[in-house]
């Protein structure tokens, strides 16, 4: 399993589906993920921290999950069945005494969750986002052909042809997303 961390959000022209594209930590893999537009809306807010005066829905989950004391340890993008990747928030419940835990209770609470909540989420707390080996083996695309800078990258998203891009992965990723 690998860190990931959100490089760009970019429009596919094509289908007209915004596409979130993932750096992978320690490697020159970046993985696309086709989300809906109210999410990309959400997730571009998350990135360039824009206030709100009142909780949005994001922000009232964070809200609940503190007030009944869990902590969001991780979030992993697991899998991915018909086109769909999967994913999963990993809770920590807070009210576990180390005598519990000792004792065999489990406090790791873990919860079914799209990508695009997961990726909101990790932008909004710092909580790290994780990719597992499989994903990133099967559907992630090396740009080694890129400088590692971040000016590099930034001149390959502003030029993106998302055909060209498409033709990297291997088949066809019409309906890749969550």
């Known amino acids: 399993m690998k860190k990931a961390t959100v490089k760009a959000l970019v ?4 289908s007209n589906t915004p596409v979130v594209l993932l750096g992978i930590e320690n490697t020159k893999k970046i993985l696309p993920i086709w989300i809906g ?3 990309a809306s959400t997730m571009a807010i998350a990135i360039e921290k824009v206030p709100f005066d009142r909780p949005l829905t994001h922000d009232l989950m964070l809200n609940i999950i503190n007030e009944v004391s869990l902590k969001i340890e991780r979030f992993v993008i697991h899998s991915i069945k018909d086109n769909i ?3 999963k928030i990993v809770l920590r419940d807070l009210t576990l005494s ?3 835990i ?13 990508p695009s909540d997961c990726i909101i989420l ?3 707390t710092g909580a790290p986002l994780y990719v597992t080996n499989d994903i990133i083996a099967s559907e992630a695309i090396d740009l080694g052909h890129l400088d590692q800078s971040d000016e590099e990258f930034k001149k390959f998203v502003e030029n993106l ?9 291997d088949g066809d990723t019409s309906g890749y997303g969550e």
């Not at 042809?161 to 992965?169: G, S, V, Y």
């Open 11 to 14: 429009l596919d022209k094509v």
């Open 37 to 39: 537009a109210c999410e």
């Open 85 to 87: 990747f999967y994913a």
């Open 98 to 100: 180390e005598q519990d």
């Open 102 to 114: 000792s004792e065999g209770v489990n406090p790791f609470i873990e919860i079914d969750a799209r």
């Open 122 to 124: 990790s932008l909004k």
């Open 161 to 169: 042809d998302i055909n060209e891009f498409r033709k990297l992965l």
